[in-house]
């Protein structure tokens, strides 16, 4: 199971560029990514959230693509393969992009909503959810934007030691 830590940053894009230095550390088998949502609160109170992953769009490829498998499987036993594909390319794809946009993965977007309308006006706040983490380096490597740590499913002392690595700089 994943632990889930939501990070507060002052500033409208600092989650932004902490997702993408993040991406990277993930590409250096530092962290194990599984899912990362950013939450911006603009000077008027107004809150964005940002989906790392487009389930909609990740549903309707993976369903294109079986969709045209199965439909040319069928197309095959009525000899017109291309039209079996066709079809089940299209009733796939739609069939996905539904299941995609009714699936709730990750980090359960209730909770988003409501801890991004505690963080103040002009700032933003990183959630992510991660299988398998290597602390050291990548609390070193998020440090220079003074990351906050507002909720977390460590454990009380995971917390605070991860809450004195932050200070440290």
Do not use: C
């Not at 507060?8 to 993408?20: I, K, Q």
């Amino acid at each position: 199971m994943g632990q889930l830590v939501v990070l507060g940053f002052d500033g409208l894009s600092a989650a932004d560029e902490v997702l993408n230095k993040v991406r990277s550390l993930k590409a250096e088998h530092l962290v194990d990514l599984e899912d990362a949502v950013v939450a911006i609160r603009d000077a008027d109170g107004k809150v964005q959230i940002k989906q790392a992953v487009n389930l909609t769009a990740l549903g309707a490829t993976s369903g294109g693509l079986s969709g045209a498998f199965w439909g040319t499987l069928v197309g095959l036993l009525f000899l017109n393969p291309l039209a079996g594909m066709a079809i089940g390319a299209a009733s796939g794809a739609g069939a996905g992009a539904l299941s995609g946009r009714l699936m709730d993965y990750g980090v359960n977007d209730d909770f988003v909503k409501k801890l991004s309308e505690t963080i103040p006006n002009g700032s933003s706040a990183l959630f992510v959810l991660v299988r398998d983490v290597t602390m050291d380096k990548v609390v070193e490597a998020i440090q220079p934007w003074n990351p906050r740590v507002l909720n977390t499913s460590l454990s009380k002392e995971q917390e605070a030691a991860l809450v004195e690595a932050l200070k440290a700089a």
